[in-house]
């Protein structure tokens, strides 16, 4: 055959197959309304043998361009079917049910994609829709019904789903409604039970396991949690209270980079093991083993390596119930003799009341919990208020401040003991740089019992990890000059080839600040980000134009070598040498001004 002739044979189905397609396009929204069987594909790629006669149009152009507007139609569906899906959540109605099991039956039978079908799947599985009740079944409140009779079927249609789902839910309780029932995993047998499965028939309950949904699917499900401890009757309140402390360090919250706390890992290992493992164990096994929580942990460390960060933030997770109170040493002690034993005495009687959000769902108001929930007194600079009694040696050597501090320490002892009574359980968490000074009877079994050492970063990797957390909300906002700076970010714009990863510029520096404690990293973070606005302003002020300001501030490696500088210069090489090569506290102790000063 000429080529005359292909193009004359050819001519009729080019036209036939462009009104194929402005038909396809008003033919679905019928059968987006449902009037139409979805039984027959609208849109058919081409097929071989009408390529094969010569379409002008390259055959892989074609498919492509179907292709796409296949997936717009199917993606159109799939927003349908998501809003369909809400509504189903919040009115359970068997008409939308209906309606969903169309939709996804057009999206089965005209996708072209194997994972659109599969999103479509998922989105119902999730919704807690099981997929063997989505049937294609036509509903039979069609237009010519009278009111009465629609009203009628869709009464009959709704007992028969309830029953259905009623059923359903006692034999398939962990299965296909996935996220939502395993949520609410109640006993398997018993009145508890069926009440659970009786009352998510109601559209409330639709919406509230929805907002819980939605909460833990943020990982917002503490609350969700909280809610169902404190509501359980039978439990007693230091159970509850154990429960919660559970709650609050499980997982990975004892993760330093999630608690902004770097190169501490093996602290936080051994805190969690000793002190959070009694505190969040029930109370009935702890009595049972014969074991107590632990009453007094001694944090001790050079200066500036994380000591009052590490306290506060494990107060928090050991006490979620209540503030922490937080006292500095010095504080606590008074010239006039009695007054420093009160004082004390008053931080250990006066502990806050717990958060509100406990209190109100208690039957009793929350007293019950108030008196077991743990209170947490971090007290910093702790051998202010606990020196070795007696003066150095025991030669009582310091006048009347000896003897004032010699009473503040019995107090002490007589709190941690019990002697004196607590209103509510206690853990202190003393903070020092110097653990020799402390009296030792505060260091036996049943006080400060556990006493950990918070080193200085020792090697590069710790140092990575504390610059980590002081530099990652730069990198993320991408502030910070690195090759892989945030796409479309001000750092990404001006960054080049050559410029170290946020990875490669951390190791770098973490060589280059050998010696540095936690506070001076903190400080190298700090002063690079101030030489870089700095320089940012300079710009401004230069350009007067916000966008140049904007612009210009990102911060440089240059910056931190400027800011390293810096931090040396504020503090002192032989400061750093002497704080890396220290490597137990007792070496500070030696040669410690302070250990022979008296008031
Ligand atoms: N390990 C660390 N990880 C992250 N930041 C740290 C770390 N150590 C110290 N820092 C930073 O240094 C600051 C000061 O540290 P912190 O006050 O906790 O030290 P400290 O050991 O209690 O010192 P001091 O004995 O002088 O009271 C912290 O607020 C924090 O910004």
Not at 156 to 184: C, F, I, N, P
Not at 370 to 396: C, N, P, Q, W, Y
Request: net charge negative.
């Amino acid at each position: 055959m000429t080529g005359e002739h292909k193009r004359k044979g050819l001519l009729p189905f080019v036209i036939y197959s462009q009104v194929l397609l402005v038909a396809t396009a008003f033919v679905r929204p019928n059968v987006l309304a449902g009037r139409f069987p979805p039984s027959t594909s609208l849109i058919s790629l081409p097929s071989q043998a009408n390529v094969d006669r010569g379409s002008n149009i390259s055959a892989t152009n074609q498919n492509e361009e179907i292709l796409v507007k296949n997936n717009k139609y199917i993606e159109g569906l799939l927003e349908n079917l998501t809003s369909l899906l809400d509504r189903w959540i919040i009115t359970g109605s068997p008409k939308l049910q209906t309606r969903i099991g169309n939709v996804l039956n057009i999206i089965e039978a005209e996708a072209k994609e194997p994972e659109l079908i599969k999103k479509a799947q998922r989105n119902i599985q999730r919704a807690g829709l099981s997929l063997e009740r989505r049937q294609p079944e036509k509903s039979t409140v069609d237009l010519g019904k009278t009111d009465e009779e629609k009203r009628r079927t869709e009464a009959e249609q709704r007992r028969q789903w309830e029953a259905d789902r009623r059923s359903k839910a006692v034999v398939d309780q962990h299965s296909s409604r996935s996220v939502l029932s395993s949520r609410t995993t109640p006993s398997p047998t018993g009145e508890n039970f069926m009440k659970q499965v009786d009352s998510s028939l109601y559209p409330q309950n639709f919406a509230r396991e929805k907002i819980e949904l939605q909460k833990s699917l943020e990982g917002d499900n503490v609350d969700n949690q909280t809610e169902t401890l404190a509501n359980d009757p039978g439990k007693s309140a230091s159970a509850k209270v154990s429960e919660l402390v559970a709650l609050a360090g499980a997982g990975s919250s004892f993760e330093g980079q999630n608690l902004g706390i770097g190169g501490l890992d093996d602290v936080l290992a051994e805190v969690k093991r000793r002190v959070w493992t009694p505190l969040a164990a029930p109370p009935l096994l702890l009595q049972e083993l014969g074991i107590q929580p632990v009453r007094g942990l001694l944090l001790y460390g050079k200066p500036g390596c994380g000591k009052t960060l590490l306290a506060r933030k494990l107060g928090q997770m050991l006490s979620p119930l209540r503030p922490i109170t937080v006292v500095s040493g010095p504080e606590v002690m008074d010239k006039f003799v009695g007054s420093s034993e009160k004082n004390l005495r008053e931080v250990f009687d006066n502990p806050p009341d717990i958060y509100d959000y406990f209190r109100i769902r208690e039957s009793d108001g929350g007293e019950s919990v108030e008196r077991a929930a743990l209170h947490v007194i971090v007290m910093d600079e702790f051998d202010a208020i606990a020196r070795s009694r007696g003066g150095r040696g025991g030669s009582g050597d310091q006048g009347d401040a000896g003897v004032a501090r010699d009473s503040v320490v019995n107090q002490l002892l007589a709190k941690m003991d019990g002697v004196d009574t607590l209103c509510v359980p206690t853990l202190v968490i003393g903070l020092t740089n110097k653990r020799s000074l402390i009296d030792p009877a505060l260091l036996r079994p049943g006080r400060f019992e556990v006493q950990i050492e918070v080193p200085p970063p020792r090697t590069v990797d710790q140092r990575v990890s504390i610059l980590q957390v002081h530099t990652r909300s730069m990198h993320e906002a991408g502030r910070l000059l690195v090759r892989d700076a945030p796409i479309g970010s001000a750092a990404a714009r001006q960054a080049t080839i050559d410029l170290p990863s946020y990875d490669e510029l951390l190791q770098m520096l973490a060589a280059e600040c050998d010696g540095f404690s936690g506070a001076s990293l903190a400080g190298v973070s700090r002063a690079a980000a101030s030489h870089s606005l700095e320089r940012a302003i300079e710009v401004f002020a230069s350009h007067a134009r916000s966008g140049s300001l904007l612009e210009a501030c990102v911060v440089t490696r240059e910056d931190f070598s400027s800011a390293i500088n810096d931090v040396l210069n504020s503090v002192g090489t032989d400061d750093f040498k002497e704080e890396a090569s220290a490597d137990t506290e007792d070496d500070t102790n030696d040669n410690d001004p302070d250990t022979d000063e008296a008031d």
